[in-house]
């Protein structure tokens, strides 16, 4: 199983960025889907899931600017993050989880500069 994120990177303050999440090895429609985020010196923070065609966000300062979707067909989980801020800064991993069955992708690091 793998999970394989990407578009991170360096960003202004108030740019945009899509962060993609590619599964292999499982059946991708079966899983819930999520993002969260570790900040340096930080916790991991669930910041958007996607249940059976249900967004949710659990971080108040990323809603109105951060969707969460998904696309079945291409094994692809995305974060599209707009009016970025420098507090946003985070390595992103995208989270599998079906039942008591989890996995995780190796992250991707979000710079915001200010």
């Known amino acids: 199983v793998q999970l394989q994120a990407s578009g991170g990177g360096l960003v202004q303050a108030g740019g945009s960025l899509r962060l993609s999440c590619v599964a292999s090895?499982?059946?991708?429609?079966?899983?819930?889907m999520d993002w969260y985020r570790q900040a340096p010196g930080k916790q991991r923070e669930l910041v958007a899931s996607i249940r059976r065609g249900i967004r949710t966000k659990n971080v108040d300062s990323v809603k109105g600017r951060f969707t969460i979707s998904r696309d079945n067909a291409k094994n692809t989980v995305y974060l599209q993050m707009n009016s970025l801020e420098p507090e946003d800064t985070a390595v992103y991993y995208c989270h599998a989880g079906w039942g008591t069955v989890d996995y995780w992708g190796q992250g991707t690091l979000v710079t915001v500069s200010s």
């Open positions: 090895g499982i059946t991708f429609s079966k899983y819930d």
